[in-house]
């Protein structure tokens, strides 16, 4: 049985010898081997064998000093080992720095320059899944902010499509940044929960954190230039996204639907079909609770049921086909 005591395995042998059989005399356990003369010395040097006939001292006392000692270096070599990590990741080598395929960004300024980047930056595209908690990284920048605008001043246009986690959105900035986007023309989506936070620009780029969610560090994030992993970043989002339900109405759908609606009553069909509460489509919407309450019970009416679910399946078989 081995203890890891640093004391050799005869050492441990004779220790537990002694504790199983009591005190002998060093003279005849010295006669069991050759070895055990060394090894029942190394043991009275750490206070593990004390006296003649010798004697284990009690597991309780005897042990206590190395249990410490090794919790000791265990520690360090944990702050060791963070340290080696943090160089590594902050080493600026061509392998790790700014021209790798993928660059390990540990501080909250360095990621949030880089999603600044990728976010305005864009000139064709951007994917970006949105999770809760919602923590901006940076100032929330409106439509018209300078940053998103060519050398020339005209404003850069990409196709945007966001997805946003059902939770995200009952923090008010993110309800800032979601009308901020849909101003900018973005096509948006709520899905019920996502991986993680995401985002890929021009499809060159993406941002994706470094640990799963829940791992203790939330900072740590991966740079993603090109390769095989950017696309599987882009599959990804594009699985989210088509099992993500869309948060504007379809007009041309809502049009055929020939029923006594308004626009209003489809997007609150699609509120409460992405899952959201009565308090945060108010807040979507700019209205207050009492009128959505209003609009859901004259639904409910026109479709002649009396529960929500039994709404949504009324709606989408018979409104939105």
């Avoid at 620009?201 to 829940?214: C, I, K, Q, W």
């Amino acid at each position: 049985m081995r203890f890891g005591l640093g004391i050799g395995e005869i050492g441990e042998q004779l220790y537990q010898y002694l504790v199983e059989q009591g005190p002998m005399p060093s003279t005849e356990l010295e006669r069991i081997s050759p070895e055990v003369e060394g090894a029942l010395a190394k043991l009275r040097d750490v206070g593990l064998v004390v006296g003649e006939p010798a004697t284990a001292r009690h597991p309780d006392y005897a042990l206590r000093p190395l249990v410490a000692n090794a919790e000791a270096t265990l520690t360090r070599l944990k702050t060791q080992a963070e340290e080696l990590r943090d160089m590594f990741d902050s080493s600026s080598t061509a392998t790790r720095g700014p021209n790798a395929p993928v660059e390990v960004l540990t501080s909250r300024q360095s990621v949030g320059a880089a999603f600044d980047d990728l976010s305005l930056g864009a000139h064709r595209e951007v994917l970006h899944l949105i999770t809760a908690p919602f923590v901006p990284l940076t100032a929330l920048h409106s439509p018209g902010d300078p940053a998103r605008r060519n050398l020339d001043g005209t404003v850069r246009r990409p196709k945007r499509r966001f997805v946003y986690e059902r939770a995200a959105l009952s923090n008010e900035a993110a309800v800032v940044g979601l009308h901020n986007v849909i101003a900018l023309g973005a096509d948006v989506r709520v899905a019920k929960e996502l991986p993680f936070k995401l985002v890929v620009s021009d499809r060159e780029r993406a941002l994706v954190p470094r640990f799963p969610r829940g791992y203790s560090d939330q900072n740590s994030t991966l740079l993603i230039r090109g390769g095989a992993l950017l696309e599987c970043m882009i599959v990804l989002f594009e699985h989210y996204w088509e099992q993500a339900t869309p948060l504007e109405p379809d007009l041309d759908r809502f049009n055929s639907a020939r029923v006594e609606l308004e626009e209003e009553d489809l997007l609150i069909l699609q509120h409460i079909v992405a899952g959201q509460t009565d308090d945060s489509m108010a807040r979507l919407m700019g209205t207050s609770k009492s009128t959505i309450l209003r609009r859901i019970k004259r639904m409910r009416k026109l479709a002649g049921v009396d529960t929500r679910p039994a709404l949504i399946f009324h709606a989408a078989r018979e409104w939105m086909n």
